[in-house]
T-cell receptor, first 110, second 114 residues
Framework: AQSVTQLGSHVSVSEGALVLLRCNYS??????LFWYVQYPNQGLQLLLK??????LVKGINGFEAEFKKSETSFHLTKPSAHMSDAAEYFC????????FGPGTRLSVLP | DGGITQSPKYLFRKEGQNVTLSCEQN?????MYWYRQDPGQGLRLIYY???????QKGDIAEGYSVSREKKESFPLTVTSAQKNPTAFYLC?????????????FGDGTRLSIL
């Protein structure tokens, strides 16, 4: 069963607009959660991680994510999109092993 | 700088041929992983190894084999039994410390069929 879901396989925003990428997880215990970014033909780079400390996690490149236990969500946001943010984004959960969501491709329009 | 090196970046396989993808890390990580990435399907775990000389099957191990003779190296062989090998293959590693530790990734190998 899919335990990490990402709503929207493709999201388009205008440059300067808010970026919101959604991630929901299923877990019987508090999870460790991660967001990764992938540029074409490259590996995944860690953006940020939630490890049960602060619920609002700040990452690199101006991204942040908020852990909401009641909603089993870990959505990724950035106040103002930049052209360089165009990439694929993966949410992941660490249980016995890492489980990755299917990814969301972000396009940034000029 | 420490990191994970995957080679080659592009690889072509003929019918009936086995091919081996290389993964080397100098991060001193104990755990290493192989994933297969297909469009729209995210990453699927092929094999993983928590320690030298030990490895476990992931979700899609059929048609693949691995070895872990050295801490730094975790090569993946795509055998002729894997009937649909065309994909992007990613190697990753992580430190011990349970779930808090993220995975670090190489830049991948793209395998295609001739």
């Amino acid at each position: 069963a899919q335990s990490v879901t990402q709503l929207g396989s493709h999201v388009s925003v205008s440059e300067g607009a808010l970026v919101l990428l959604r991630c929901n997880y299923s877990s019987s215990v508090p999870p460790y959660l991660f967001w990764y970014v992938q540029y074409p033909n490259q590996g995944l780079q860690l953006l940020l991680k939630y490890t049960s400390a602060a619920t609002l996690v700040k990452g690199i490149n101006g991204f942040e994510a908020e852990f909401k236990k009641s909603e089993t969500s870990f959505h990724l946001t950035k106040p103002s999109a930049h052209m360089s943010d165009a990439a694929e984004y993966f949410c992941a959960k660490k249980g016995q092993n890492f489980v990755f969501g299917p990814g969301t491709r972000l396009s940034v329009l000029p | 700088d420490g990191g994970i090196t995957q080679s080659p970046k592009y690889l072509f396989r003929k019918e009936g041929q086995n091919v081996t993808l290389s993964c080397e890390q100098n991060l001193n990580h104990d755990a290493m992983y192989w994933y297969r990435q297909d469009p729209g399907q995210g990453l699927r775990l092929i094999y993983y190894s928590q320690i030298v000389n030990d490895f476990q099957k992931g979700d899609i191990a059929e048609g693949y084999s691995v070895s872990r003779e050295k801490k730094e190296s975790f090569p993946l062989t795509v055998t002729s039994a894997q009937k649909n090998p065309t994909a992007f293959y990613l190697c990753a590693s992580s430190m011990p410390g349970g779930g808090r530790q993220p995975q670090h990734f190489g830049d991948g190998t793209r395998l295609s069929i001739l």
